[in-house]
């Protein structure tokens, strides 16, 4: 079962922040929080992790409340090829706990 | 780097033929996986090889079967293909020395009739 539960859709303006939400209330102290994102069919494609403490790359920021339990992913400035299904997946990073479920995630469309 | 390759793109299939789809990753991963995804559905996993030598079940894998042939290279065989195994096979691997960020292949579209 999927341990992560996310809004099935959401828009955003081009240029604007896109701010996805993820709940894992179960989390445990010893799994990530995982973010990844699908473009139209192809190939799954990672974009951040984190355990406790907010994250940031190149392609985006993770904020992680201070008990665990949800999550915010943040594009800070959306472009049109940011459309894609995003998802949210949380997981151990030792042994069988490596495998990642994958729930439905969040499909957002950029809008221009 | 070519990453990880999959073959064929697209296949066609008639209920009871047999076909292996073949995954090869340039990464120098140790570990690799097959998953598949349904039409508006996440992705579920079929098999995994958490190294060379040895392979897992996930979640479905009745109908299927894998090799992991050699570091490099992960197959995964329909012997009798039925309409439920219509579906998206997409490939992946990870290093073991990392966080396990997983690299995806382009996928296999499979249709059985």
């Known amino acids: 079962d999927a341990k992560t539960t996310q809004p099935t859709s959401m828009d955003c303006a081009e240029g604007r922040a896109a701010n996805l939400p993820c709940n894992h209330s179960t989390i445990s102290g010893n799994e990530y929080v995982y973010w990844y994102r699908q473009i139209h069919s192809q190939g799954p494609q990672y974009i951040i992790h984190g355990l406790k403490n907010n994250e940031t790359n190149e392609m985006a920021s993770l904020i992680i409340t201070e008990d665990r339990k949800s999550s915010t992913l943040i594009l800070p400035h959306a472009t049109l090829r940011d459309t894609a299904v995003y998802y949210c997946i949380v997981r151990g990073n030792a042994g069988n706990n490596r495998k990642l479920i994958w729930g439905l995630g969040t499909s957002l469309a950029v809008n221009p | 780097n070519a990453g990880v390759t999959q073959t064929p793109k697209f296949q066609v299939l008639k209920t009871g033929q047999s076909m292996t789809l073949q995954c090869a990753q340039d990464?120098?991963?140790?570990?690799m996986y097959w998953y598949r995804q349904d039409p508006g559905m996440g992705l579920r996993l079929i098999y995994y090889?958490?190294?060379?030598?040895?392979?897992d079940k996930g979640e479905v894998p009745n109908g299927y079967n894998v090799s992991r042939l050699n570091k490099r290279e992960f197959s995964l065989r329909l012997e009798s293909a039925a309409p439920s195994q219509t579906s998206v096979y997409f490939c992946?691997?990870?290093?073991?020395?990392?966080?396990?960020?997983?690299?995806f292949g382009p996928g296999t579209r499979l249709t059985v009739l």
């Open positions: 990464m120098n991963h140790n570990s």
């Open positions: 090889s958490a190294s060379e030598g040895t392979t």
């Open positions: 992946a691997s990870t290093s073991a020395g990392s966080y396990n960020e997983q690299f």
